[in-house]
């Protein structure tokens, strides 16, 4: 009889395949509206909303401010200088706090802060409480700044100049309707604080989405299994690359120019012979102007091969605004408002530029977080310089002479980012 055939040898089994790493710095795929995406942009447009309130209520109303709390006229130049020094010093620690917690997280603290920080500062009598929770308001719109760009980034990839409009259109919607309606707000409740603190109820809004979504990201990390490599996060230096300086300096020369408008502006068309209140619509006519810019000029920035087309025309338009003011401020007041609310469209191109010269969301953060905490520490000396500048001569042209200088350094950093490029490739 023939023996039954043995059995084949069993092979090894073969091996299970190492479990992926994971790098800490990775964060979730795109989220689809039906799942999140459209609680995330609704969220990114009501922080959006409130990244100036606090800022442009307060310019409104200085006057009423400094005499209700008694502040000398030094103080009161630091309390106009305390915005740019809190979004220098506290924007550049954003990208330390990100890889510690999920950015959704960050954003609830962030806008409690602000909330908190409005309804602090307008029930004091003391100075120092006054500037200590400005401060903490400010903070919490400081973390917004760098985060907003890193969140269109990670959530919309693909509509990177859509959403960054709509977020810079809800930005300047803000700022214009807190300067407009500071004062009113003021005069119809009798007092100043009212016109200050109204704005805490809408950071108190920007919270709610939020709250869901941190929720989300603490179970989701609860979730991460236990067994898998953590590859430690490739770490974005924008400091030491010639991109990350170059979009520093244009950030920071528009924002000087921006400053520097919103500070005097008003004061330049009062000199050339208009009312007060003409001086202001005309002032206030720069930013309603810019609502429609601020959502178009992103748009156009992420279709364009080259940026350098928009950095040209931004530049020309500036550039003939101030040739006008300096010439002609009253003849042709309507069309220089007009050109620097076009030449002002520099500030939405540069946060747009910030996702398009980043590849990874970690990268977004880093650049965002280098070019507006350097920017706006450049920006800072804007309106200072000018009213030097203003005191010393008694006219405007140095002081519009030296806003063309700075508009000649931003298109010279302006020429450096327009080409496509990556923040990662240059470490």
């Known amino acids: 009889m023939t023996p039954p055939p043995t059995a084949a040898p069993a092979l090894p089994a073969p091996a299970a395949p190492p ?26 447009l009501l922080v959006a909303l409130n990244l100036r309130t606090a800022v442009t209520s307060l310019g409104a109303l200085l006057d009423e401010i400094r005499d209700g709390l008694g502040l000398s006229g030094t103080t009161a130049g630091f309390v106009t200088t305390l915005p740019t020094i809190a979004f220098a010093g506290l924007g550049a620690l954003t990208p330390w706090l990100v890889r510690r917690v999920a950015p959704a997280r960050m954003l609830v603290v962030a806008m409690l802060a602000l909330a908190v920080g ?18 903490l308001a400010l903070a919490g719109i400081a973390v917004a700044n760098i985060l907003l760009p890193m969140m269109v980034k990670q959530h919309f990839p693909h509509r990177t100049g859509l959403v960054t409009g709509a977020y810079t259109m809800a930005l300047t919607v803000g700022t214009t309707v807190a300067a407009a309606s500071a004062v009113p707000v003021a005069h119809a409740f009798g007092s100043w604080r009212a016109g200050l603190g109204i704005w805490a109820g809408l950071a108190a809004v920007a919270v709610l989405p939020w709250v869901p979504l941190a929720l989300r990201a603490r179970a989701a ?3 991460a299994t236990p067994t898998a490599v953590v590859a430690a996060p490739v770490r974005v230096r924008p400091g030491r690359t010639r991109l990350g300086w170059a979009m520093a300096v244009y950030f920071g020369a528009q924002s000087l120019s921006g400053y520097a408008i919103m500070g005097w502006l008003a004061q330049l068309f009062r ?53 006008g003011l300096a010439l002609a401020p009253r003849g042709g007041a309507l069309l220089w408002v007009a050109l620097l609310a076009v030449g002002q469209g520099a500030f939405p191109m540069i946060l747009t530029a910030i996702g398009l010269r980043a590849r990874t969301a970690e990268g977004t953060v880093a650049l965002s977080a280098f070019a507006q905490s350097t920017g706006y520490v450049i920006a800072a000396l804007g309106p200072l310089l000018v ?18 200088v700075a508009l000649a350094v931003q298109t010279g950093a302006g020429m450096v980012i327009a080409r496509p490029r990556y923040v990662e490739d240059e470490r």
Not at 20 to 44: C, E, K, S
Not at 120 to 133: G, K, N, P
């Open 221 to 223: 990390a609860r979730r």
């Open 271 to 323: 000199d050339a012979g208009y009312q007060p209140e003409a001086a202001g619509l005309l002032l206030a006519g720069v930013t309603a102007l810019g609502v429609p810019i601020a959502l178009l000029m992103p748009t156009l920035a992420g279709r364009l091969a080259s940026l350098r087309p928009l950095v040209f025309g931004l530049t020309a338009a500036s550039t003939l605004a101030y040739l």
């Open 387 to 404: 009213g030097i500048l203003y005191e010393a001569t008694g006219g405007w042209t140095a002081p519009i002479g030296f806003l063309l």
């Open 19 to 44: 479990a992926p790493a994971i790098d800490a710095g990775t964060r979730p795929a795109p989220a689809h509206p039906a799942t999140g995406g459209a609680l995330v942009l609704v969220g990114m």
């Open 118 to 135: 409005q309804v602090l500062r307008v029930v004091t009598d003391s100075t120092w409480v006054f500037l200590a929770t400005s401060a």
